[in-house]
């Protein structure tokens, strides 16, 4: 349909009222951000198509957005999906300018020490969907920091916990055990 209305922003929420045009169009190396959302241009069909991905009930509670460096990951995110997002309905964290490891980044977004079990924080999660009414989505940025070799097992680490703490819910879209899914 929206091919045939010719409009790549059918079915999109519309951006915030407070996004304007910046006064530049073009930010040259730097990533889009919230601010530049009304001239990030191109990816709307992407961007229509993992909004779908998210909001299908269907959908696996975890999604990994990938490509290679530079290709506008962040901006993809930054200025197309998060500014459609209800702010109380997205978190945010970037690993490469965060000092802690991505567990201790997602413990730290529901008040969970870093030695917290999976299992704690899935009740979190749910508990914070419940009392919102909406789905929490969490992004994380940067993720492929966690692939270098001086991470030091990070990427295996949160890979297993996450995996632990999502696995009820893995269970229930496929009938499989997290095991049988690679993250």
């Known amino acids: 349909l929206s091919i045939a209305a010719n409009d790549s922003t059918w079915g999109l929420p519309p951006l915030p009222n407070d996004i304007f045009l910046p006064d530049t169009p073009f930010s040259y ?34 999604i990994l957005l990938n490509g290679l460096s530079g290709v506008g990951k962040s901006s993809f995110l930054n200025a197309g999906i998060l500014p459609r997002l209800c702010e109380e309905q997205s978190i945010y964290l970037n690993l490469r300018s965060s000092a802690v490891e991505p567990w ?16 704690q924080l899935n009740q979190c999660w749910l508990e914070w969907e419940k009392q919102k009414a909406l789905p929490l989505f969490i992004f994380f940025d940067q993720f492929e920091q966690l692939a270098y070799p001086e991470s030091n097992g990070a990427l295996n680490d949160f890979c297993e916990k996450i995996g632990a703490a999502l696995e009820e819910r893995i269970r229930g879209l496929t009938g499989e055990s997290a095991e049988a899914i690679k993250l």
């Open 104 to 119: 201790q980044a997602i413990c730290q977004v529901f008040d969970l020490p870093p030695e917290a079990e999976p299992a």
């Open 29 to 62: 190396f730097q990533s889009y951000g919230r601010k530049d959302a009304r001239i990030f241009w191109g990816r709307n069909h992407d961007i229509r198509d993992f909004f779908q991905t998210l909001n299908t009930l269907e959908g696996n509670p975890l």
